[in-house]
T-cell receptor
Framework: AQSVTQLDSHVSVSEGTPVLLRCNYS??????LFWYVQHPNKGLQLLLK??????LVKGINGFEAEFKKSETSFHLTKPSAHMSDAAEYFC??????????FGAGTRLTVKP | DTGVSQNPRHKITKRGQNVTFRCDPI?????LYWYRQTLGQGPEFLTY????????KSRLLSDRFSAERPKGSFSTLEIQRTEQGDSAMYLC??????????????FGEGSWLTVV
């Protein structure tokens, strides 16, 4: 079975400072990993995905994530936070049965 | 707009009533998924279809819940004899191919259900 654990339920940063949202995964097989963002009253939008190619994955809006098999981690980073980045972020794992498992989410707050 | 469309966006119903949600996926997508999301939680998988075949159902999908995709296009999710615990956002998503291969699934904006 596969699962993800998002290590922080809430992260608060100042505008212009780096963002780090942490995710650890568990999977019996080589997983595909995703980060989605959800703005209030909006649908889920894909930020980036890892599918066993390059371990450093670049996504939209300046986000990137690094797949580290030895640490079973897939942390999301951004060098400089923007006010519009404030949202809920979900780490997602998908394995052989195509069942996507979402983490509980990390709420990102960006202070001016 | 060719994204995933869900209707209605909001539904308030009395306990014990039946409700039905509709999802229109992206037209060329052969897979369609239903998820449920409650406040403060990540989406939880309910079921998915490949074309018209329902291939997997979660244990969360009690016998009061039924999903159909009769022609492999749109899908409906019906909840019979609603309970207050059914209050949640029901998300529909679609993809071309399985997510295990890294195919992206695209989500609709969800249908909010409030059971009073």
């Amino acid at each position: 079975a596969q699962s993800v654990t998002q290590l922080d339920s809430h992260v608060s940063v100042s505008e212009g400072t780096p963002v780090l949202l942490r995710c650890n995964y568990s999977s019996s097989y080589s997983p595909s990993l995703f980060w989605y963002v959800q703005h209030p009253n909006k649908g889920l939008q894909l930020l980036l995905k890892y599918t066993s190619a390059a371990t450093l994955v670049k996504g939209i809006n300046g986000f990137e994530a690094e797949f580290k098999k030895s640490e079973t981690s897939f942390h999301l980073t951004k060098p400089s936070a923007h006010m519009s980045d404030a949202a809920e972020y979900f780490c997602v794992v998908s394995a052989r049965n195509n069942d996507m498992r979402f983490g509980a989410g990390t709420r990102l707050t960006v202070k001016p | 707009d060719t994204g995933v469309s869900q209707n209605p966006r909001h539904k308030i119903t009395k306990r014990g009533q039946n409700v039905t949600f509709r999802c229109d996926p992206i037209s060329e997508h052969n897979r369609l998924y239903w998820y449920r999301q409650t406040l403060g939680q990540g989406p939880e998988f309910l079921t998915y279809f490949q074309n018209e075949a329902q291939l997997e159902k979660s244990r969360l999908l009690s016998d009061r819940f039924s999903a159909e995709r009769p022609k492999g296009s749109f899908s409906t999710l019906e909840i019979q004899r609603t309970e207050q615990g059914d209050s949640a956002m029901y998300l529909c998503a679609s993809s071309f191919g399985g997510t295990a291969s890294g195919n992206t699934i695209y989500f609709g904006e969800g249908s909010w259900l409030t059971v009073v």
